[in-house]
């Protein structure tokens, strides 16, 4: 099982409501990442969790609160959006073992946001 | 300057061309380098990793040349299947950074 699973695939949210975003590895990666993608644009790193602890926080607006409750699981909660916070949201693992395998990105296949 | 900075294009080549993206990086202590292909609406994948040595995968090569900071992609005998975005990924600090992509379109 090679999969990362993000869910929903798709989500439109108006300015006040607040969702969340959610991902999931089984593959025993101890680094998770989410990722912001705008169309034409490369991934901007957001944020890093390494063994479950925050360890890169991209200067991020609180309105994006990120939450690793297990080694499998990343959350990204959505509170108070702006229409320019409209983009794909990627996540990504890990291994995190030694070496430069350890640091290959495996991304799971987005969720695509629209904020009214 | 950019952190990393990929070749423009787009590239429109003819099946059964070779094409070659270079990518450059500004961070001398950059520790992994790689290669990801994004499809248009899909998320980024792994192509390969990119070593000192040289990497070969089929009719994907690439090479890392860490004096003059850059990083190179070939592709031989180009495929339609080949067309995709090609996202050049330098990894430091704990963080991989991305290039902002080449496209590359092959035509019948």
């Known amino acids: 099982d090679t999969e990362v699973t993000q869910t929903p695939k798709h989500l439109v949210m108006g300015m006040t409501n607040k969702k969340s975003l959610k991902c999931e590895q089984h593959?025993?990666?101890?680094?998770m990442y989410w990722y912001k993608q705008k169309a034409k644009k490369p991934p901007e790193l957001m944020f890093v969790?390494?063994?479950?602890?925050?360890?890169i926080n991209e200067s991020v607006p609180s309105r994006f609160s990120p939450e690793c409750p297990n080694s499998s699981l990343l959350n990204l909660h959505l509170h108070a959006l702006q229409p320019e916070d409209s983009a794909l949201y990627l996540c990504?693992?890990?291994?995190?073992?030694?070496?430069?395998?350890?640091?290959?990105?495996?991304f799971g296949s987005g969720t695509q946001l629209s904020v009214l | 300057r950019k952190e990393v900075e990929q070749d423009p294009g787009p590239f429109n080549v003819p099946e059964g061309a070779t094409v070659a993206f270079n990518c450059t990086y500004s961070?001398?202590?950059?520790?992994?380098f790689f290669w990801y292909r994004q499809d248009c609406r899909k998320e980024p994948k792994l192509l390969m990793s990119?070593?000192?040595s040289g990497n070969e995968d089929g009719r994907f090569t690439a090479q890392l040349n860490r004096a003059s900071q850059y990083i190179s992609l070939l592709i031989r005998d180009s495929k339609l299947s080949d067309s995709a975005t090609y996202l050049c990924?330098?990894?430091?600090?704990?963080?991989?950074?991305f290039g902002d992509g080449t496209t590359l379109t092959v035509k019948p």
């Open positions: 593959m025993g990666h101890r680094a």
């Open positions: 969790y390494s063994y479950e602890k925050l360890s």
């Open positions: 990924v330098v990894r430091g600090a704990g963080k991989s950074t």
């Open positions: 961070n001398s202590a950059s520790q992994s």
């Open positions: 990119v070593y000192s």
């Open positions: 990504a693992s890990s291994p995190r073992t030694g070496g430069r395998d350890g640091e290959k990105l495996f």
